[in-house]
Every structure is written in C-alpha cells, then in structure tokens.
C-alpha cells in the first residue's frame, strides 16, 4: 500500500493506505480526527472543510496521497490549548451552532473567509457559505457570528 | 432571574465540545474488532425477488458474512406505533430486509458484513439477483385507482380512511354560506435531510449475552421497546440503546429503522461489532420522508367574511410501508389543527391515506401542522381575494378572542391560552407594516412584482395525557420521565428522557434546575440518551421537550425541595412547616437560622445526624411527569418576496416572526429554534421538493438535485415575542421547535401569491421555484390575454 | 469507490508517459468532477495521474493581448489575478463564481474543459471569448475543440496544458444558476471581441456550450439589450430535466443574453 505523510495541526503524521483513501478518511479513521465530519457524497455540504496549505477544502473530495508533503489543519487545531479562537468563540457567543454537526466546517470555512476578506459584509459572508450546508439554524445565527468573530479577529 | 436562570440568554454547556471537534457522533465511535456493513438495496421500485445468489460475495476479499431475509429466521417485522382511533388499519408486514418483493428503490434486500466498508461494497456488486419488476404506483392521488396493489392486505392501497368533526353540520354551514373559497393543493414531498446522515453500532456481548446498540436516535428508549419487543425479541435488560450526539433529526430519527435491527441481529450472529453509516445518497433513499398530500379544502363565509365552515378531503401518502408514526401525521396532528387561531364553528375532514412505491413516510418538522396551517393559511387568503376583504382584517375578524380560552375547537382540541389578536397587532408592528408601502414602491421601480404574505397560526405541543393518546390510537404513553440526582456534595446529574438532538437540552434544563435548586448552573450536568443510564422517557419530537420533559424535571425538583426542607429542619431544629428555601439555601421563618442546599446533600448521604426513622437518606427523585392537556404555541408570520418577473426567481425580502412559546427559558435558544424553523418552512415554500418519476426512480437522490436552503437563500429574521402561559403545566411552557417551519411555508407561499395575484395568478403548488413561477406566470389568464 | 493506481508526476512528459502506459488512465487535477464521480463508483480508471507536481502546467500570464492561463489554474488563482482582473474582468467574474470557495481553491481551468459538462462556466469563456486551448502537441481554437456532451476533440493521451483567452473590447457573463447544485441552468458569455461578437451558452444546450449565432448577428447589428428582444428562441436541442424544461431554458437564454449585454455596456 502506498504510504503518505504530512502535518496535521502541526504534528508530523504518517501511514499506509490504499490509493483510494479520501483525505478525510484518513483523518477519522487512521488518526482519530473525528472533528471533519461527512454529510454528503457530492461535494456539497461542506462538514468536512479543513485547510489545506492554508486554503479551505472539503477533505471528501481530496485525496489523502495528494495532501503528501501538505500542512493540513483541521478543528481540531484552531483552539490555542483551551483558549478558543475569536472565531469559535464568536460561534459560541452568537448560538451560531445546534446540533453541532455543520459547525467545524462552517469554523474552517469562515476563518479562510476572514483571511482574505477581513471586513465581510452580511452578503459577502452568506455567499460564501455556498458550500456549507446548515439545516438547524437557518444561517441568522450563523452568519451573525461569522461576522463577529471577524471583528474579533481584527482586534 | 438569575444570571443562570429561567429567562436568561446563557451561553451553551455544550458547544465547547462541538466548536473543537470533539463531539461524539454515532460514526464516530469505532469498537474494538469493529466490522463494517453495507446494505444492498433495490434498484426498483417494485419487483419479485426470484432468486439471489450470494455466494461469490460471501467468498470476497474480506467479507466476514452475507444475509438476505430468507436468514431472518425469528426476526419480526418493524411495527407500526399509532392506529388512529385504534383500527381499523391495513398494517402489512414491514420485513427487515426484503423476504419476496421489494416495493420501492432502496428497499433493503441484503446485507454483506465485511473487514472495511470498501470491502462491503465491492462484495455487495457480486450479489446477483433475479427480479421480476412489477408495475408500480408512485402518485398519491393515483394509488387508490392504480393497476397495481403493494400489499395483499390492503386494497386499493388503502391503509385506512379516517375523519374527524361533524359532517353533517358543516354541510349545513355551506348550505348557509354567502361565499366559499376553494384550493385544490399538494403539499409537496420533503427529504428531511439533517446534516448528520443515520447510523448504527450493533454489538453483542457473549459472556451477558447482552446487546448494545449506538444509534443515531431521538428516542433511544422507544427504539429499544420496539426493536427488543417486536423485532428482535431481545428483553429490555438485556438490550441497551445509546444515542450519542445526534445531528439533527426534524423527525427523521424518531422511527425505529430496519437497519438498527440489521447491525444489532448481526452482530450477534457474526459475534463481533457491527457498523453501518448511511451515505447521503442512501440517506435520500432510506430515511423516512415528510408531508406529500393531495387536497381539497372549502372555507364557506357569511356575508361579513366570518367563517362558517370548513371542509377538507385529503390524500396522503404514507409511502410502502407504515413507518413507526406514519399514520399518526395526516390524522391526529393534521385533522385537529383545522381550526387554526379561527372560531369556525364547524369542521369536517376526511382523509385517505395510501400506500405507494415510495419509501416510507413519517414525521418532519411540525408533522401534520405544517399541512393543516398551510391548508387554512392559503383558504383565508383565497377568502380575502375573492371576497375583497383585508387579508389581514379578513383574519381579525376570525380569530377566537382572548377571552375565551379555554377553547373547544370543533376537532377535537380544547385550546388552553393565548391573545391572537395580541400576536397580530404585535407581527404587524415587527414587520413594520407602515413602511410597507414604500418598500412596495422601491421593489416596483427596480422591476421586481412584490407581495406580502400573513400566516397567524397554530400548533398543538406535547401530544398528551397518555390516556387520550391510547384512545386516539398511540401504542405508547408519552409522558416524560426525569431523575435530578444532588450528590453529596452539593452537585447534580440530572437524567432526562428527553433527547437533544441539537436543541440545547443540557443548558436550558441546566438552567431549571440552577434556577429551582439554586445551584451555579456548572454543577448541573445533563444526561440523556442511554437507556441504561436514563429512565424510561419517551424523547424529544413534536415540541414537547421543555413543556414534558422540562416539567418533569420542574416536578423532581419540588420533590428535592420538599425532602430537603425536612432535613434542613431536622438539622436546624426546626418544624419542616417553617422551612423556606430560596437561591440554594435552607431558613426557618423569622429567624437567621440557615442551612446551605450543599449541607443538607452531605447529611442526605453521611445521615449521621438525620431522622432516618421518618426519612430515607439520599437526595435523588425520579418523576414521570404526564401533561393533562397538549400545549398550544401560536403566532403571527409576516414575509415579504420580491419576484423578478422574467426569470421567475422569488427572494424573501423581509421576514418578521412573532411567537407565543409560553413561558421561555433561554430566549438565545428559543430565537435559535424559531430561526431554523423559518429555513424549514421556507426551504419546502420555494427550494426543496422530492421528486420521483412514474417509475419510481428518486430523481431528486442528491443535493445535486434536491435543493438545500442555503445562507444566500435567506436573510435575517425579525423576531418579536408574546408569552401567554400554558396553565396546566409547572413551567407555563408550550414549545417553540416547530413553530417556526409550521408558520413560515404558508407566509411564504401567501406573499408569493400575493404577488402574482395582479398577473391572475391565484395559487401555485410548491416549490415555487424560479422555473414554477415563470410557469405559472406565462400561463397566467392575463399573460394569455396580452399575448 | 474502487481502488486504482495513483501516481504524481513532476513534468508534462512523465504524465504523457503514464497516462499512455496506464489500462484506463485519467489525468487528476483538482479532482472536483472526477473524485466525486469515482466515489459514487460512475467511473472506474485503473490509474489517476495527478498533476499537482507539475510546475509548468499552473500559472497566468500575459501574452500581447492574451491572457494565458496553466491548465492546473485553479478558479481561485484565475478569479483573484490581477492580471485577468484588470484585462477580462468577465472571466475573473466568471471563475469567481464557479461552485462554491472550496471548489474553487481546488478545481481547474484544465479539469473544467476538459471533462466539457454541458453546465460548466468556463466552455463559455472559451467560446465565448474564442479562446485558444493549447494541448501537449497542438492548439485547437474554442470553436473546433467542444464536440459535444463530456466530448472535446482531445485524443487519448494528448492533455490540455493552457487556455489563451484574447482581451475582448468588453465581455460579461451571466449565471442562472441550477438551485440545487449551482451549475449553470443557462449561462451566457457574451463578448464584443475584434472579430466580432460573440455569444455563448453554456448549461442549456443538449450538446454542450453553443454559440447563439441569431444573437450574434442582431447585437452585431446594434450592440443594445433590447437587439434580441424579438429574437425567439427554439426550445428543440436545449435540456431538460426537474429544474428547467426546455422551454425555460429557451426563455432564460434570452433574458441572460439581454443581461449580460447590459453588463457589457
């Protein structure tokens, strides 16, 4: 089987797998990180974002041999030991979550959000939720918090 | 109120666990020598198994065993827990896996159990069967005439017909009537869709002979008294069911499921672990689906516009077998809502409920209510256009006054509080009604059609007292059951019956209890779904969490209260009659004599100096609490669409929701719940719509073609709030989980009408999609006329 | 999904040679068509070779009046370049709103036409700004290369290695975008190019990306949203399915070729 290696949360991983092996596979099943969730087989939902490289992607769409080499983070590794960050604590501030199953790829997603647009505005903020798929919420609370963790994150 | 308490907006126990990703979801717990189990389902929607073979499958790389139904030996068939008025009811045989014939796509057939899950699915291609397909019936408002018959036991396909008010009487009402409206409707077919697909973990243990399974459930307690008593004849003891977080349910994850008895019966017959997960695509398939009516409603009017009668003929499609609550949606929580917020003095519906090659169809969010709002809702405006009147006015003329609770509708409800006219004048200010005109105005110069839509609605929570539900046709009680434990030092564990799925349970019952027991509400932890861990409660669907659960809890901690004022008085040599107790402490009357809540749970359990000769030591009440009546939430929803009339496309443009839930514990979460029931509502209003082809192909069986409300399909909600107690529960809570979708389609589906009403167009079926709009408009009598 | 041979390659030749030594070999870019329809087992390929490794192939860059895009660009490099910004802010439009920001961060111009989807955007930019598609041995122009449903005219082994678009004078593009997947229903690239106008539509024909010559003709004419008012679109040759009928799509052609003309003016 081949075999791949790479960072996760900034510790060095590795492990044999079939060729086959989703990136998210991989992460569950092989390293226990079951923080990226599945919610759908076409690419849609978004429970499953996680950064690659620094970019957002759905790990249910990568494979794990082509995330070789990468860096790859994941809910996971966004809390600063038991200090959330500004964005998970802006979930949680603004009930942006319920049942709690969208909310790690909604977290991963927004924070590439805030990276490139660190000033979104309310459209801006539900445009890119394209791909993230939340079925408690009805995105109020949601995109309230994206917009708050945004301005905790330029302070 | 406290900082903690009842009415304050704390922030959630449980998010913590969910914003680092180290909530447990039931895919995500692997057991040791776990193996992995795909479920072969048919691709047809109706066919004779004539013969399988599975041999090379069961000789694949890793494929541990394969069964089919014929090795189902002993193994019942999934029962169905509500006969309306308890029969009579065409109940056929609901197998496991498929013995003979399958009738729909996706119906189980075999199950190949494997070292990977890759391994199951490749084996499962070598299973070769032979079916003999059969003509099949798909429509719901062709099943009755269809050529062909599901089951040998129900003619027609015909599961049962039912009614409810007085026929004769309402026939009178519209001989009387000055004018009646009519609509012939479908409410349209929902994928439920929670974002967590289902799953179990089947696993037997040799040396108890016991049995565990993990299961993506609302109602832990109900799958296990289901599937232990009549699937797989295993006792309650010897059967345990663990419903770890849960990703959301909306109903979909309240049926007991073939494929929880599939890893459960397989795991003691492979003796080891098994797990299935369901993909989306088979989520599309398998899980139940909601709504799909056809019908015909008439609201007869007298000359002033107030209502005389209502009467309404439905069709609704329980799909091909009776899933656990099936028939209950279209009967009792759809024919008893007809009343609406409205006094119409007569009533009369009928209802015919069908099988079809369609999977089977069960709860989804507000179940039955949604229908009946939506049924009353579009009536009422109907009413308004032709008679000319107000919508809004035509609606106020209508409602039961406030002082006339309690109300005796004439379906059956005896409606307890509420001010209707209180909640419209309230939505009617949210919305900012008098800025209305010039939105109108701005929307028309940039070319858009735009139209308002009311929905002041109702709902009835917390379907109770057991007994009436037994005389209705429920197979189960549903009470609700509570233990709050104190433990010696002062702690609590609270063990509800009541199992959140996304609701918040372990905050807002967090919050009863540091409120009623004055305890800092991070000593108060939250248990639920496990059956043997819990008490037998009945789980969280139809609202009724807070209203029964929570009054369960309310009722154990007046028990806690009660005992701890006899041992605060036997430790302050006092009279038990003296003792008061308020924010955690314990004081006899009229003097400084104290005793902490903390203090008296270490004498509670290190009785050294206690009256255990009148009093058993510990500090632990269990309570199963059973609601004399349902609760009634109610509400006024206002929405705003713009239409762009050249592609049809309808943007809600402003949204406004003002909600009576009773008593609100966490308004944060209660504002949550409303939110996302708007979504639900306004999904099945103008996005999602299941869609099968005559041969009964799902043709809507991805997210690729079933449309998900997404973040730019919405916008942000206004919400307002009333609070009328419900006056025969401990807490004067109603429910506020389903409101929101029960209101919201027909608001939607009102102001989109309402826009096209000007291009003659008077009703159009859901999804009002951009492509349905268009239609209807380029069809419209006006458009016809100009072309 | 079945399992298959996985090989990265750090040069064009490498993935020629591996692709031609493979049973059933498929190029693997960003992978958003391919590794979904491997996992619902619609495909089976016994080798996916990804390019990933190979340098030449990504990047964006200007030539003359043309911008040159790498085959394994991804939609986000191509929506945020300056470059196409500032020479074809349509295409940079067009990029930016492919799918969803995780399709984009992974997906490819390349791996877009290549698998030629009768709903994607980027065949339009192509026909529609009569690009020019460069493969490992030849150029094809836009209007030679689309042959059809999930049908280009690239031969076994040959492999896109760029897309050169000419600047037009102006060019827009317009999405109604499917509800459920947010593909094209019908897109219209519309484009005032130095040969001339050009009208693409993607999402609606039976075959794939068309141009719409009527259109063309009546904007050549008068370059105005109201040139194509009177022009009726035939409902023959155009998809249909739960969405949108054919007579919807034929209507939507109309109102997006009247809009995204507007855009352009």
């Keep these: 089987m081949p075999s791949v290696s790479m960072s996760v949360n900034g510790k060095s991983v590795s492990g044999e797998v079939e060729a086959r092996t989703l990136l998210v596979e991989f992460l569950r099943e092989h390293l226990r990180l079951t923080g990226t969730h599945v919610g759908c087989d076409t690419s849609q939902c978004g429970a499953c974002v996680v ?32 200090e959330l960050h500004p964005m998970q604590e802006a979930f949680r501030e603004n009930h942006g979550l319920q049942c709690g199953f969208c909310t790690p790829g909604m977290v991963m997603s927004a924070l590439e959000l805030v990276k490139r647009n660190p000033d979104p505005s309310e459209r801006e903020v539900r445009e890119w939720l394209e791909g993230n798929f939340c079925r408690c919420t009805g995105y109020h609370n949601i995109v309230k918090s994206i917009l708050a963790g945004a301005v905790a994150m330029r302070s | ?144 005439n269809a050529t062909t018959q599901l089951h040998a036991d129900a003619p027609r396909n015909i599961c049962f017909e039912w009614q409810i008010g007085d026929k004769e009487a309402t026939d009178q009402a519209f001989a009387n009537a000055h004018h009646v409206a009519q609509l012939d409707l479908i409410n349209s077919r929902l994928i439920p869709n929670a974002l967590e697909p289902r799953a179990a973990i089947g696993e037997y243990d040799v040396g108890n002979d016991s049995y565990t399974l993990y299961t993506t459930s609302q109602n832990p307690h109900v799958v296990r008294l289901l599937m232990g008593a009549f699937v797989l004849s295993i006792p309650e003891h010897k059967l345990r069911i663990v419903a770890p977080d849960v990703g959301g349910g909306f109903g979909s994850k309240i049926p007991h499921y073939p494929e929880e008895a599939i890893v ?64 209950l949606i279209p009967t009792y929580l759809y024919g008893t809502l007809l009343s609406g917020q409205y006094s119409t003095p007569a009533i009369h519906c009928e209802v015919t409920a069908v099988f079809t090659n369609t999977a089977p169809v069960d709860a989804l969010r507000g179940a039955g209510r949604p229908e009946a709002t939506y049924l009353v809702e579009r009536l009422v405006n109907i009413a308004a256009a032709e008679t000319g009147i107000d919508p809004v006015e035509l609606r106020r003329r209508n409602l039961i006054p406030s002082d006339a609770f309690p109300y005796q509708t004439p379906v059956a409800l005896e409606y307890d509080s509420g001010n209707y006219a209180g909640l419209l004048d309230e939505g009617l200010k949210v919305a900012d009604m008098s800025g209305i005109g010039a939105r109108r105005i701005d929307a028309e110069s940039r070319g858009k059609l735009f139209g308002v839509g009311y929905s002041t609605y109702i709902e009835a929570c917390g379907l109770a007292p057991s007994n009436v539900a037994g005389v209705i046709g429920a197979r189960a009680g549903l009470y609700e059951a509570a233990d709050v434990r104190i433990h010696p030092t002062g702690s609590v564990t609270v063990f509800t019956g009541s199992n959140s799925h996304g609701q918040g349970h372990e905050t807002t019952f967090a919050q009863l209890v540091s409120d009623g027991l004055g305890v800092p509400i991070e000593n108060v932890e939250v248990v639920h779904g496990d059956t043997d861990r819990v008490p037998f409660g009945m789980g969280t669907y139809g609202s009724r969490s807070l209203a029964v659960g929570g009054s369960a809890i309310m009722k154990s901690i007046d028990k806690l209260v009660e005992k701890g004022k006899k041992i605060a008085a036997h430790t302050l040599e006092a009279s038990a009659d003296d ?103 306004a999904g099945q209003a103008l996005l999602e719509g299941c869609v099968y082809d005559d041969a009964g192909q799902l043709v809507s069986g991805s997210f690729m073609d079933y449309t998900m409300p997404r973040a730019s399909n919405l916008l942000q909600f206004k919400l307002g709030s009333q609070v009328t107690l419900c006056p025969h529960n401990p807490l004067g809570a109603k429910g506020c989980g389903e409101a929101g979708t029960i209101a919201s389609t027909a608001a939607v589906m009102n102001a989109v009408t309402d826009a096209l009403t000007p291009l003659g167009v008077t009703h159009i079926d859901m999804p009002a999609t951009a492509q349905n709009v268009w239609q209807a408009i380029h069809t419209a009598p006006t458009q016809q006329a100009a072309e | 999904m079945y399992n298959f041979e996985y090989k990265r390659v750090s040069t064009l030749d490498e993935a020629v040679s591996a692709l031609k030594s493979a049973s059933d070999g498929s190029l693997l870019a960003g992978g958003m068509t391919i590794l979904p329809t491997i996992k619902l087992r619609l495909a089976q390929p016994s080798d996916l070779i990804d390019l990933a490794g190979v340098k030449e192939l990504s990047g964006i860059s200007a030539d003359g009046n043309n911008i040159v895009i790498g085959a394994t660009t991804t939609h986000y490099e191509a929506a945020s370049s300056s470059e196409v910004q500032s020479k074809i802010p ?84 317009m999405k109604f975008p499917n509800p459920a997947s947010r593909y094209a229903l019908v897109g219209a690239f519309v484009a005032k190019t130095k040969d001339g106008i050009r009208v693409a539509i993607t999402g609606a024909g039976q075959d794939g990306v068309f141009r719409q010559t009527e259109m063309e003709k009546a904007l050549t004419a008068n370059f105005a949203p109201d040139a194509i008012a009177d022009i009726v679109v035939s409902p023959n040759n155009l998809n249909s399915d739960i969405h949108a009928s054919s007579e919807y799509r034929a209507h939507l052609i109309g109102v997006m070729v009247k809009r995204a003309v507007a855009g352009c003016v």
């Design chain 1, 51 to 82: 950064h690659v490289d620094g970019d957002s992607v759905k790990s249910c769409t990568m494979l794990a041999l082509q995330a070789e080499g990468s860096d790859v983070k994941t809910i996971e590794g966004v809390a600063n030991g038991d």
């Design chain 2, 264 to 327: 459960t019966w397989a795991a003691q017959k492979v003796r080891r672990p098994v797990k299935w997960t369901a993909g989306r695509s088979e989520s599309f398939l398998s899980d139940t689906h909601g709504r799909d009516h056809v019908t015909h409603g008439e609201l007869a009017l007298d000359e002033d516009g107030a209502f005389l009668g209502l009467r309404v003929k439905t069709t609704a499609n329980l799909g091909a077998y009776l899933s656990t609550f099936g028939p």
């Design chain 2, 579 to 681: 003792m008061l107790f308020q924010d955690g402490v314990f004081s006899v009357a009229g003097t400084d004599k104290t005793v902490s809540i903390a203090e008296v749970a270490l004498t509670a359990y290190v009785p050294h100096n206690y009256p255990l000769e009148q009093l058993e030591p510990g500090l632990d009440e269990t309570t199963f609490y059973d609601p004399i009546n349902f609760t009634f939430p109610a509400g006024c929803h206002i929405c705003e669409v713009e239409i762009d009339a050249e592609t049809g496309a309808v943007e809600i443009s402003n949204y406004s929701a003002v909600d009576d839930v009773g008593r609100i514990i966490n308004p944060m979460i209660v504002a949550g719940q409303v939110h996302g029931g708007i979504a639900h509502g």
């Design chain 2, 1 to 144: 109120m406290t900082e903690t308490g009842i009415g304050a907006a704390v922030l959630r126990t449980e998010d913590r666990r969910f914003l680092t990703g180290s909530g447990k979801f039931t895919d995500d717990i692997n057991r040791p020598g776990q193996t992995y189990a795909h479920i072969l389902r048919s691709p047809h929607s109706h066919a004779k198994i004539r013969k399988i073979d599975t041999a090379s499958a069961a000789a694949a790389d890793g494929v541990v065993a394969v069964f089919t139904g014929a090795d189902l030996e002993g193994v019942g068939g999934i029962p169905c827990g509500f006969a309306p008025d308890g029969g009579p009811m065409n109940e056929p045989p609901h197998p496991v896996i498929a013995d003979e014939t399958v009738r729909y796509v996706g119906d189980r057939v075999a199950v190949v159990i494997a070292e990977t899950l890759n391994q199951a699915r490749d084996a499962a291609e070598l299973i070769s069967i032979d079916y003999e397909t059969l003509p099949c019936v798909v429509a719901t408002a062709d099943a009755v």
């Design chain 3, 90 to 173: 349509a295409l940079a439009d067009l990029a930016g709103g492919i799918g969803d920001p995780q399709v984009r961060n992974r997906g490819t111009i390349g791996g877009s036409i290549a698998n030629n989807d009768p709903a994607a955007d980027y065949p339009a930019a192509c026909l529609g700004l009569g690009a020019t598609i460069r493969t490992n041995n030849r150029e094809f122009a836009a209007d030679e290369f689309f042959k059809g449903l999930f049908e280009t005219a690239l031969e076994d082994g040959e492999i896109i290695t760029a897309v050169s678009f000419p600047a037009p004078e102006t060019a827009h593009y």
